[in-house]
């Protein structure tokens, strides 16, 4: 995992035991020689235990692309938990340290990113000359980015046989970052008014990413709108008034959103019934998803799956 690159803050691996918990299947430095970018596939163990992750300096993205796990993760005092899934970025906090345990159902494997520290703090000065909250971006990336996912996706993709150069990399290294603080970040202005308006609406926007992690974390399980608003300590009225401001929908809709996008995945990726594929998503049955799928596609599940078959 420690290279001698100035680029990249790898020191913090020198004492992690990588043979004990993963499996490395590529990585960029090795194979492509990229200096502005650390694209690594990993294969994970089943079960870890008090996991101790160094807090490098880079921004770190993960994305899990097979396995299902409980993930437990702890930070000074404070313990979160989430679903480790395919497609559920994740970004690790610069320079934070966490202590992680998890158990797995099926195998677990990855694609992780490293951008270098100075890559996004240049890039914050060009786009907004203010210090990265790297805090609220992961709150918010949390809440899911299909562009992010899938640019990370095709970088894991490259193979032995396609060895992009140094300009390829420098380039999506670019893309991501600008990416991330455009989407992810807001741009305050400097009246004293408006930076309360902001710690406001942050804290909010905080509040609607965890929420929608939430609803990631548990599309299989029924879930009531009052234990959302209570997980991110609000109450129902205030926590639909919000979610709706921050996202154009209500809570249920958007969790039905969020179900039937995780059906459309399973019913391209894999030849699960479409009965085992509306458990997994949450829905009450087979009839259940296919209403709930033909309002928000126009197709049926059945159809939908054959005509990406054919495509």
């Not at 790898?10 to 194979?31: H, I, K, N």
């Not at 702890?74 to 345990?101: K, N, Q, S």
Request: glycine content about 8%; aromatic content about 8%.
């Amino acid at each position: 995992m420690v290279f001698d690159s100035p680029r990249f803050d790898l020191q913090p691996y020198a004492g992690f035991d990588m043979a004990r918990y993963v499996r490395r299947t590529y990585c960029s430095w090795e194979t492509a020689g990229w200096q502005s970018l650390l694209v690594q596939r990993f294969e994970h163990v089943p079960v870890a235990e008090d996991m101790e992750l160094p807090g490098a300096a880079d921004l770190h993205l993960v994305l899990p692309v097979a396995g299902r796990a409980a993930m437990e993760t702890r930070h000074g005092g404070r313990t979160t938990r989430h679903t480790w899934a395919p497609g559920r970025l994740e970004m690790g906090i610069p320079g934070r340290p966490v202590l992680r345990r998890y158990r797995a159902t099926e195998a677990m494997r990855s694609v992780q990113v490293h951008i270098p520290r100075d890559t996004v703090e240049t890039t914050a000065a060009h786009v907004g000359g203010r210090a990265v909250d790297y805090e609220a971006l992961a709150a918010s990336l949390a809440a899911g980015d299909p562009l992010i996912e899938e640019t990370v996706r095709a970088l894991g993709s490259l193979g032995e046989g396609e060895v992009a150069g140094e300009l390829y990399a420098e380039s999506a290294a670019a893309f991501l970052t600008v990416h991330l603080l455009t989407r992810h970040a807001r741009n305050p202005d400097s009246s004293p008014h408006s930076l309360s308006r902001l710690r406001s609406r942050s804290r909010e926007d905080a509040r609607v990413g965890a929420a929608i992690a939430m609803m990631r974390d548990r599309l299989a399980e029924p879930v009531t709108l009052a234990e959302i608003a209570g997980e991110v300590h609000l109450s129902v009225y205030h926590f639909v008034r919000v979610f709706k401001a921050a996202t154009g929908a209500t809570p249920y809709r958007y969790l039905t959103r969020l179900r039937v996008e995780e059906a459309k995945r399973l019913l391209r990726g894999t030849d699960l019934p479409i009965a085992r594929i509306a458990a997994r998503c949450g829905f009450a049955g087979p009839g259940a998803l296919s209403a709930a799928f033909l309002r928000q596609t126009g197709a049926r599940p059945s159809a939908y799956r054959s005509g990406h078959r054919n495509s």
